[in-house]
């Protein structure tokens, strides 16, 4: 069992840039692949970007590629977001998930944290 906790979320203005954190606990942290999936109102849960277990290779949704940094620190047990360049399209629930694949969709993943909102204002 592995249990994801995300923090960082919260309102911000277009243009501007939010970290969110996602501390696990429970199993090897660097058993897993890490990735991040975010939720709008209305809308099907969207990859976002996710990390392999050592850090080594990263991959982005197309939405996000170029602005939104993926990383992750063993030594914490903890996977991070940086956004940056942030747009009002951005907004959703952003969650972390773990898991032994490296796909883009949510079925792939085992383990869920419970959200974190990420609000932008135009």
């Known amino acids: 069992q592995v249990q994801l906790v995300e923090s960082g979320g919260g309102l911000v203005q277009a243009g501007g840039s939010l970290r969110l954190s996602c501390a696990a606990s429970g199993r090897t942290f660097s058993s897993y692949n890490m990735g991040w999936f975010r939720q709008a109102p209305g809308k099907e849960r969207e990859f976002v970007a996710v990390?392999?277990?050592?850090?080594?290779?990263?991959y982005y949704g197309n939405s996000v590629k170029g602005r939104f940094t993926i990383s992750r620190d063993s030594a914490e047990n903890s996977m991070y977001l940086q956004m940056n360049s942030l747009k009002p399209e951005d907004t959703a629930i952003y969650y972390c998930?773990?898991?032994?694949?490296?796909?883009?969709?949510?079925?792939?993943?085992?383990?869920w944290g419970q959200g974190t909102q990420v609000t932008v204002s135009s």
């Open positions: 990390i392999t277990r050592l850090g080594s290779r990263t």
């Open positions: 998930a773990a898991g032994g694949g490296l796909g883009t969709r949510s079925a792939e993943y085992d383990y």
